[in-house]
């Protein structure tokens, strides 16, 4: 478990946010507010970002809010502590229509999932490994838009990403230049990238990062020894540098985990690169498989016999789901992560035999299991069980896709997976987590380690006045999690 779950330490060491460097491409002006958290003088940027549309019309009051291990930054509060329970990273007072950027493992749009018409410049090339000091995000920010404003978060390893409307904001550990700042030094609040632009989604692994532009443009970053950077070499890299392979037309899709990279164009084809050390994970077998483990360049998986609208990346596993909710898996299989009620690794996609019936909608993968999400709003589980991450309330692994029950009275709406945890959004507006919980990514105090039961997370209320927390997304790392959600009060 050591590939996935490696622990840091505790730690209360302030870090103070700096102020940013100003350059021509930014504004001018930023503002930090602080408030006082203790008598021992400790501050935190009480972030609040405005972003006003061209016309005036409803608002809305979303945050995102971050809990669990923080050691490196990757909470995003500028101190290196641990949070118990949810607590704010920043505010946005946004226009009502905003809309979120492509979910993970997501096949069909819902009414905020519309496709981004961001006109913003395109990605400036970038000449030198040594970029400016990027800013850091500003607390009043004003941005104008004439459309809705589209919001996105993500979380990797011991990093964490958002996204609003293409711009890239990143903070957490900075090892092998995963912040594709063009240094390897760790942020603790959110900090703008700005060597990239138009970002439509981002995917963040274990050691490395992935972004898909508009225009269909595939950008890694980061640690490139396991070749999960696509770049045909195995060195790192600082700043974002784009994929160029042979396939045909955009990529739609990207997805990452600990040690390998997917990426689906938009006709369907699926492209896989990185780590595979014979379980499979990549799906190519023995003809355009690795070379000793590693494949640096983007490979087609042609034993995929049907063009695939998402993909989920696990520990040392692949799922790929089509348009009409068929879910194929293949790698790994030590911990039935594929499914399909037997171990043994098998390279081979094929699909899931107990879900042929179902009508799956999104999927989600952690280290070794895996979440479905049927399109009436159950929510399926198998794998490994030994943390209580299937939420059936035992360790027991899970070798065939089943219902949490525990959610049956539930209409889930978007699922996510931790290392060893798993979550649920519903359509009222609740959260629920389970599994390994040591490092309070549950956002429950008082948990034991395993949480072998989905337990309903609760949102501290500040001011009376911003009303009962609505969360809308949920991500979540190997010991942290962070969540978007709107307060029904502003």
Sequence with gaps: MSKWNSIGYYGNRLIRAQAPTQTSEWPSKYYACTRKLSQKGDHFLDEVWNIRGEEEGPRTLVEILSWGRGSSGQLGVGVEETRFYPCRVLSMNVPSNFRFSPMQGLVRESKKDRKHTSQSPPLQQQTSLSPPPPPLLSSKTTIARSDGVQLGISCGLFHSALLVDGKLYVWGKGDGGR??????????????????????????????????????????????????????????????????????????????????????????????????????????????????????????????????????????????????????????????????????????????????????????????????????????TWGHGGHGELGHGSVEYGRVPQVVQALEDERVIYVACGSLSSAAVTDSGKLYMWGKGRDNQLGVPGLPDEQLLPVLVNFLVEDEKLGPAHVLAVSAGASHAMCLIARSGV
């Design 179 to 380: 912040l594709g700042l063009g240094t390897e030094e760790t942020m603790y609040r959110p900090t703008l990238n700005p060597n990239l632009d138009c970002v439509r989604s981002v995917a963040l692994g274990g050691l490395h990062s992935a972004a898909l532009t508009e225009q269909g443009e595939l950008f890694t970053w980061g640690y490139g020894g396991f070749g999960a950077l696509g770049h045909s070499v195995t060195h790192r890299e600082l700043l974002p540098k784009q994929v160029r392979n042979h396939w045909e037309g955009r990529i739609v899709y990207v997805a990452s985990s600990g040690a390998h990279t997917a990426a689906i164009t938009e006709s369907g084809e699926l492209y896989t690169w990185g780590r595979d050390e014979g379980e499979g994970r990549l799906g190519l077998g023995s003809e355009g498989g690795p070379d000793e483990g590693v494949l640096a360049s983007p490979a087609k998986v042609k034993a995929l016999p049907v063009p695939v609208a998402a993909i989920s990346c696990g520990g040392f596993f692949t799922l790929a789901l089509t348009s009409e909710g068929q879910l194929w898996s293949w790698g790994g299989n030590s911990n039935y992560e594929l499914g399909r009620g037997n171990k043994g690794n098998d390279w081979r996609p094929r699909p899931i035999p107990n879900l042929q019936g179902a009508h799956i909608n999104q999927i989600a993968s952690g280290g070794y299991h895996s979440l479905a999400l049927t399109d009436d709003g159950k929510v399926l």
